[in-house]
């Protein structure tokens, strides 16, 4: 049972526009969602993250935005660069101390 | 951000050896570790979770006779593969989490191979 969903396995997207990677969740006693994005060989690098108190987050090109109703988040990075281009993981959490269950992951690719 | 390290990045071992993989948080005290392990194209599978001063707590499906995880200081947790295969070779990845709660920092990760 996949607690933690991203449907879309890969993302092509022109340099400069917006980016969206979607990722679905269905156990309402996640509290605390996060992003990671991760290159072949290397582990994920921490990118934002949310609580379930707030439905949107921002810092500097990226922002999460979180629909509890419909058990759905999603990061925005904009404008896009060649460098986003890796595998992004949302991940979550149902308490502080606890482990994360990651999504599938998503390829963005961000073409020059 | 926080910093975690992982040695070796790279080791290749022969089937029947042992393997040790060290996690250190660099500037931060862990009270928690978490080892994840990830097949190629495939998300994190969680192994285990280590806490400092007492035994890890393994995933369903994972040997922890086989994974010997080994907490004994707030910035080491140390991951031994045992009596390695072949199917164990696998990419092996470490985070520590900070006192405050949610975030997990990751490692650079491990590339195991099994000959």
């Known amino acids: 049972d996949q607690q933690v969903k991203q449907n879309s396995p890969s993302l092509s997207v022109q340099e400069g526009r917006i980016s969206i990677l979607n990722c679905d969740y269905t156990?309402?006693?996640?509290?605390?969602f996060l992003w990671y994005k991760k290159y072949p060989a290397e582990g994920p690098t921490f990118l934002i993250s949310i609580s379930s108190i707030k439905d949107k987050n921002e810092d500097g090109r990226f922002t999460v935005f979180l629909n509890k109703s419909a058990k759905h988040l999603s990061l925005h990075i904009v404008p896009s660069q060649p460098g986003d281009s890796a595998v992004y993981f949302c991940a979550a959490s149902t308490n502080a101390g606890n482990m994360l269950t990651f999504g599938g992951g998503t390829r963005l690719m961000v073409k020059p | 951000g926080a910093v975690v390290s992982q040695h070796p990045s790279r080791v290749i071992c022969k089937s029947g050896t042992s393997v040790k993989i060290e996690c250190r948080s660099l500037?931060?005290?862990?009270?928690?570790m978490f080892w994840y392990r990830q097949f190629p194209k495939q998300s994190l599978m969680l192994m285990a979770t280590s806490n400092e001063g007492s035994k890890a707590t393994y995933e369903q499906g994972v040997e922890k006779d086989k994974f010997l995880i080994n907490h004994a200081s707030l910035t080491l947790s140390t991951l031994t593969v045992t009596s390695a295969h072949p199917e164990d070779s696998s990419f092996y990845i470490c985070s520590a989490m900070l006192t405050s709660g949610y975030e997990q920092y990751f490692g650079p990760g491990t590339r195991l191979t099994v000959t």
């Open positions: 156990n309402s006693m996640f509290d605390y």
């Open positions: 500037d931060f005290q862990a009270t928690t």
